[in-house]
C-alpha cells in the first residue's frame, strides 16, 4: 500500500507521513522530495516553530513555483513527467488528491 504526500499529492510514501502518535515517516518524497521530520522542522526569528501545516504550504509553494521539479525521475513514472518536472495534467490529479486546485 502507498501513501499520499500531502505536500505534493504523490502516492508513492511506504508508510504515513505522520504516524498515529504524529511521529514523522522520516521518508523522502520521490516527487517533490520533501522530508517528513527534517524539512518540517521550521524554526521561527523568536525561536518557536512553524505549524507543520504551514511548513508543507511553504514548501509546496516554492516546489510549484520552481516548475514542480521531479526529485528522483527513475522512481516518477515516465508518462506524468517532462524534463524532469511533473507534466500538468499529472500535478493536478496529484494535487486533487490533497485537495488543492491550480
Do not use: H
Not at 516546489?63 to 515516465?78: C, M
Amino acid at each position: 500500500m502507498n501513501y499520499i504526500c500531502p505536500v505534493c499529492g504523490f502516492e508513492s510514501l511506504l508508510e504515513p507521513a505522520y504516524n498515529e502518535f504524529d511521529e514523522a515517516s522520516y521518508e523522502i518524497c520521490l516527487c517533490c522530495q520533501f522530508q517528513f521530520g527534517v524539512d518540517d522542522d521550521v524554526e521561527l526569528d523568536n525561536g518557536e516553530f512553524m505549524k507543520r501545516e504551514d511548513t508543507l504550504k511553504l514548501y509546496r509553494t516554492k516546489w510549484l513555483k520552481d516548475g514542480a521539479r521531479v526529485f528522483d525521475p527513475s522512481d516518477y513514472p515516465e508518462e506524468f513527467q517532462s524534463d524532469g518536472k511533473v507534466k500538468p495534467e499529472a500535478l493536478r490529479r496529484q494535487l486533487k488528491n490533497i485537495n488543492i486546485v491550480l
